[in-house]
Structures are given as C-alpha cells and as structure tokens.
C-alpha cells in the first residue's frame, strides 16, 4: 500500500531507530533482571526511553500522515508525551513528588529554551536572520502564559499565605481541570488549521508506512515506554546519589531532556534547512503539550495512583525558571524573527537555570 506513490519501505533511519529502541528495550531490561549497577541502568533506560519518545513520534506523524494535518498535530498532543507520563506515574508511585515536578518544569525549560535556542542559534549562523510567520507561536506562546500562571498561582497562594493556603490540592484539580478545558477546546481549532495547528510540510516524512504498521510500531514504543520507565525511575534516585547530583536537577535536566531529546532534534534540523515556520512551531508545541496536557493529566491521575499526591505548589526556584522562560520565550518569538543571538541567550539561560539546580 501507499500514499501518493511513496514507497512504504522503512528508510535506514527508520529502522535504525526501531532496532535501537528494541537492543535498548532488551538491555535494559536484562540489566534489570541481573541487578547491575545503578549508573549503568539509569543511562542505558535513560537513553532508550529517549529514542523509544523519538518512536512514538515517528509513528504518530505516519498515523497523521493518513488522517491530516490537523489530526496529526492532535495525535502528537495526545500520544507525543507517553514516555513522560510513563515516567511521572511510576516517579509519583514511588513518592518521587519533586522530581516529577521538576521534569514537567524541565520539559518545558528544554523546549522552549534550550531546543529553541539551538535552532534559532544553527539557523542563524547558517541563513542570517530567519523570518516566520508570527500568528502561530504567538497564539502557542499566549497558551503556554497561561500555563505558567495556571502552575505559578497555587504557589503564590502558598507562598503568601493567603485563605486558600490550607487548600492547595483543590487549587490544583481546579486548574488542572481549567487547563484541560482549553485543552480540548482548543483541538477543534488545530482540526481546522487555525493559529495553533502545525505548519504542513511536504517533505515531512521520506516514507509513508501502511497504517497497519504505523500502530503496530505506535502500540510497541507504548509499551516499551511503560516498562523502561519502570526501570528509570526504580533506579533514578541510587543512580542521582551515586553520580553526586540532586534529585531537582535530575528531575530538571536529564528527565526533562530524556523524554523528547531526540525528537526535538527535529527543529534544529528543520531551522538549519532554513524551514523556520515548521521549527518553531514543532518546538513550541512540544512546551504546550507538556504544560497545558501532560501536567493536569498527572495531577488528576496523583488522586488515583498517590499518595503522595501532585500538587501545583512547586518550590519557588521552579517558579522563577517558569516564569522567565514564559516571558522571554514570548518576547523573542512575537516579532517572527529570529538570530543566532537570540538562540544564545536562551541557551546561555537554560544552563543559568540548570546550573541553579545542581546542588539541589
């Protein structure tokens, strides 16, 4: 079968991709089962479950590639984060609270700094000054502002003592519950490819498998998501003590890069192919779907698989990383331009915040 007289042949890539994520899936477990050391276990689960996200995204773009554009970038807001929440349901299991946090905060740091500010810095380097079209990432951005609030707010609430204090957990149902709404209520506008819908691009996949195949491989990067988180997070605090770094800056960096690191080379590669507009808009979405998606859905889900339970009260460095990230990301997106400069600043603050965390 195919699609437009594309072959449905894997490319190398593709498979490449597949066989890492089954030889790191096998190891993993094997070093599991024979009880290896910490650090070992922690690496190798660390750098499956990055390619095994990277897996689940290729097969969500192939199921899209059948259903549209819009579908796709719905199907990548549903299922893009499965290894994340994998791993924020086994770390909430385990008590891990704090580092469940500070994944979902470095999640969103990665993207909307880090990523963003390499491709911004490649394709600057490589193009000059790269002009995209303004609408889209300012409408993420705006929804992603309203996240930060939405995970500032029950903070401050704590912070200032105010009479909600005593409240905090129902404080973040309800803004779980809110950022959920506008989640939903915002698929019908990327359904019809309105300001927060992914750019169509053409040259997007070099195959098109047969969509028997493209949820067989969707349904097996699932499941092996499922089972290496398991293994990460049994293993991420004696590897984090045993490595000398805390579990905040475990939680914020490696975790919050792990789960979509190699997917996120994407928009690099798109910005130095001089393919802006799509860059942005794959690297901001990446920020949305994990502050206005994955976030609530863990709080919700802490009332069944806690406690402990996730609450929004996040310690107040988070708070001040969140909310600079939000403010600058905003700031250097609005105008639809972008330089290696402006890349470098968001990297330079990215390791900044990084850097704050290492000790705790």
């Excluded at 003590?241 to 914020?252: N, P, Q, R, Y």
């Amino acid at each position: 079968m195919d699609l437009g007289g594309q072959p449905t042949v894997l490319s190398r890539t593709e498979q490449f991709t597949i066989a890492a994520a089954l030889v790191g899936a096998a190891l993993a477990g094997l070093l599991t089962a024979t009880n290896a050391g910490a650090v070992p276990r922690f690496v190798v689960a660390g750098v499956t479950l990055a390619v095994l996200a990277a897996l689940v995204g290729q097969a969500t773009e192939q199921i899209g590639t059948w259903l549209g554009p819009g579908a796709t970038g719905v199907l990548q807001s549903a299922l893009g984060n499965l290894p994340e929440l994998f791993v924020g349901l086994f770390a909430l299991r385990a008590g891990l609270v704090t580092v469940v946090q500070a994944s979902l905060v470095g999640s969103i740091l990665a993207n909307s700094l880090l990523v963003l500010g390499l491709a911004f810095f490649v394709g600057g380097l490589r193009h000059g000054t790269q002009r995209f079209a303004s609408e889209p990432p300012r409408m993420i951005a705006t929804l992603t502002l309203l996240a930060v609030a939405a995970l500032v707010m029950p903070t401050l609430v704590h912070q200032l003592h105010t009479p909600a204090e005593p409240h905090a957990e129902a404080l973040s149902i309800a803004c779980a519950v809110v950022l959920l709404i506008i989640f939903v209520a915002s698929i019908p506008v990327a359904l019809g490819g309105g300001p927060s819908a992914r750019p169509a691009l053409k040259a997007e996949t070099e195959n098109v498998w047969p969509i028997g195949l493209a949820a067989a491989v969707l349904a097996g990067a699932g499941l092996g998501a499922a089972l290496v988180s398991d293994w990460f997070v049994a293993v991420l605090a004696p590897a984090a003590g045993a490595l000398g770094i805390s579990e905040a800056f475990t939680g914020l960096v490696v975790v919050g890069i792990a789960g979509n690191a190699v997917e996120n080379v994407v928009g690099v590669q798109l910005a130095a192919r001089n393919q802006p507009d799509y860059a942005v808009s794959v690297i901001l979405n990446s920020s949305l779907q994990v502050a206005i998606g994955l976030a609530p859905i863990l709080v919700l889900l802490s009332l069944v698989v806690g406690p402990p339970y996730l609450t929004l009260v996040l310690p107040a460095l988070l708070v001040a990383a969140l909310t600079l990230a939000g403010i600058i990301g905003t700031v250097v997106v609005v105008d639809g331009e972008s330089t290696w400069l402006e890349g470098l600043i968001l990297i330079g603050l990215y390791g900044i915040i990084a850097a704050a965390f290492w000790w705790g």
